[in-house]
């Protein structure tokens, strides 16, 4: 996942490069049941034999989401530690049997709360949650139509 970010930071937009890491990450520890723990842990344990794939990919990973804030596509409060940790949680939900014919829809529900470009091809502009459809604002965040009765997404800061 190392060399897949740098062959992204010269290939594609910054946008696009984010969201398909992100996705081949996911679907790369998703594939490994029960990986997303040992790589979490490996990043904090020096003596782990994951640590520097993990420290490297983790680094990665940043580099991108740092070249998609700078071209202001891209939460700029978000940063390397809290994307990893999404990934390990995306995946996560992969491991989960139950969840996985929701997977893809999270994941989309999740790059749009990283993303802030109302116009993005990488994910949809309408994402749907709760059952209800929600649209994004031009500054990303998810705004609930008028007259909707989804009581989950009132709560929601977005």
Same mark, same amino acid.
């Given at each position: 996942m190392t060399a897949k970010a740098?062959? %992204?930071?010269?290939s594609s937009s910054p946008e696009?490069?984010?969201?398909?890491? %992100?996705?081949?990450?996911?679907?790369?520890?998703?594939?490994?049941?029960?990986?997303?723990? %040992?790589m979490a842990a490996?990043?904090?344990?020096?003596?782990s034999a994951l640590h520097a794939c993990c420290v490297a990919m983790r680094a990665a990973g940043a580099r991108l989401l740092i070249r998609a804030q700078d071209a202001g596509?891209?939460?700029t409060e978000l940063d390397g530690t809290e994307l990893f940790a999404l990934v390990a949680a995306l995946a996560w939900l992969g491991d989960q049997?139950?969840?996985?014919?929701?997977?893809?829809? %999270?994941?989309?529900?999740?790059?749009?709360a990283i993303l802030m470009n109302a116009g993005s091809e990488a994910v949809e502009a309408l994402t749907v949650v709760h059952g209800c459809r929600r649209a994004r604002t031009p500054c990303g965040r998810v705004r609930?139509?008028?007259?909707?009765?989804?009581?989950?997404?009132?709560?929601?800061?977005?």
């Amino acid at each position: 996942m190392t060399a897949k970010a740098t062959e %992204l930071e010269t290939s594609s937009s910054p946008e696009d490069a984010l969201v398909s890491w %992100l996705r081949d990450c996911v679907a790369c520890a998703t594939e490994y049941h029960g990986v997303t723990e %040992l790589m979490a842990a490996a990043v904090g344990g020096t003596e782990s034999a994951l640590h520097a794939c993990c420290v490297a990919m983790r680094a990665a990973g940043a580099r991108l989401l740092i070249r998609a804030q700078d071209a202001g596509v891209a939460r700029t409060e978000l940063d390397g530690t809290e994307l990893f940790a999404l990934v390990a949680a995306l995946a996560w939900l992969g491991d989960q049997s139950s969840l996985e014919p929701r997977v893809d829809h %999270l994941f989309d529900g999740v790059a749009s709360a990283i993303l802030m470009n109302a116009g993005s091809e990488a994910v949809e502009a309408l994402t749907v949650v709760h059952g209800c459809r929600r649209a994004r604002t031009p500054c990303g965040r998810v705004r609930q139509p008028a007259g909707s009765d989804c009581l989950a997404a009132m709560r929601s800061p977005w």
